[in-house]
């Protein structure tokens, strides 16, 4: 997703500049979209609401422990906040201040059912090659003699198949709708984080990338996910608020969107609230072993935090931390940046995605967000002018009464998303290290999965079951 977030359908949907008359649909072509639709033949999980879990249900031999948590970005305090819940003692340590910058504040904010294709899909890599040679494109490789990006590289590669994004369908579905549902219940509660459930639309210009998303939106519908393929007309009556120059759209009725930053410091809060402890401007360098290899002791300058399980959600910096302890998690950063105007000239009430140009749009309050780019391999924090313009210009594309202008002297905000080469995320226990719990390689979902993220996470620690089968997600599936 991400400009996001419509990564997974890069194998999908063309930029503006490859629609010349003679690049017809896929679905004509026999490309990737009409074979993932026509092929995949997923099943229909039934799908498990992991609010049957409840506390009763733990079992009673189990004993209360202490978790250390390592990342207090967005998979780390909903970690913190569902391990709580369920009367666990927990200490996050994060690197960043309290109220900094934890990765995903100012992200695109969508919480993406639709997002069921995972980046590592059929015509992905060949989408992504013709995109390296346009400095505004919204993907990048900043190529290097690394034999890790090699190997990423190269195991992306071997999962860009059909069978792949066939295995991965459903469960990423069932992770999003979970998550959904949680994200609805907080709200519920009266905890505000700009939560507005009305869908996402996918915007095409072309034909070409309406036919591809119409693809996909068939797929969708065989999922029993709501989806609708609307023509210009029916777009602008959806969204009325803003002026759009497209050929028509997929709403996505059970997507959803948030403002990031408020959500962050409301779970902070509700962390905190609910007695658990969080150790800001501490970063781990070390984690002690006991005698029998199980983790002690979780260290930095300056402190030490014991604890009897660790989790591991530090985004990017995980792999790090984990080949430390001998784990092998293929891991690459994805840069993206957002540009958030103030006072936009209009507002749209739903958010988007740009199909072509795989800029995400969020109305956050009266602000407006665009976020999009994903330069694989990108560790530092600077903002690339071309991209950046690329952002910029897609935005006038789609929406004329967005002017290049409005964007003059924006500050761009830079964050790195944790990209698995498989694109599904690194969910569930060592099987080498048996107190130690991986969490991350969300990559474009992480604010999406976050929730659930946490809950199965809690699940493992209080040993209850998890809400659906989850080895495909192995921490350990590379080794
Ligand atoms: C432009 C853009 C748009 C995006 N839009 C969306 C979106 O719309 N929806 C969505 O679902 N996702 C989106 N994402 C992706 C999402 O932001 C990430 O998936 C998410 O931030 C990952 O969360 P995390 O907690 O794993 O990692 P992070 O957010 O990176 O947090 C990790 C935390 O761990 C800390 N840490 C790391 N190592 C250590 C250490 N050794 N000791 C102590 N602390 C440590 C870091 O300081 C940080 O605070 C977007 C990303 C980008 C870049």
Redesign the pocket.
Known sequence: ?????GWSRFGNAAPPSETSPDNKSDDTRGGPASKIRLELGIEQDSFTSMSRLTPASRPLCMTKSKTII???????LCTAWQLLEAGEDVVV????ASGGD???RE??????PSHFIPLAAPGMLAKGLRWLLDRESPFAIRMRPSPALARWGWLFHRHSTLEHVRDCAAILRDLHLESRRMFAELADEGEHFGLVQRGLIMLCKTQHALDEEAAVARTAASLALRVDVLDATAVAKLDPDITMDVTGGVHFPDDCHLDPARLLDLLRERVIRLGGRIRHE????EITRHADGTLAQAR?EGFAERGSQFVI??????EA?LSKLGLRLPMQP?????LTLDAPAQVPQLCSLLTEAKV?VTPIGGRLRF???MEIGARDAGANPARLRGIIRSAGRYFPEIRPEAFDGLRPWV????VSPDGLPYLGRSRRIPNLIVA?G?????????PVTGAVVAALITGRPPFRDLSALDPERFH
């Open positions: 997703m991400a400009g996001a977030q390592i990342g207090g970005g967005v998979i780390g340590i994060d690197a960043a934890n990765g995903a992200n695109a904010g969508l919480i993406v501490a970063v781990v360098d930095g959600a530090g985004g990017i910096r995980s931390l994805g840069k993206g940046y957002s995400a976020a999009g780019t964050g790195h998303r944790p991350t969300h990559a474009m979902m992480g604010l999406s999965l976050a």
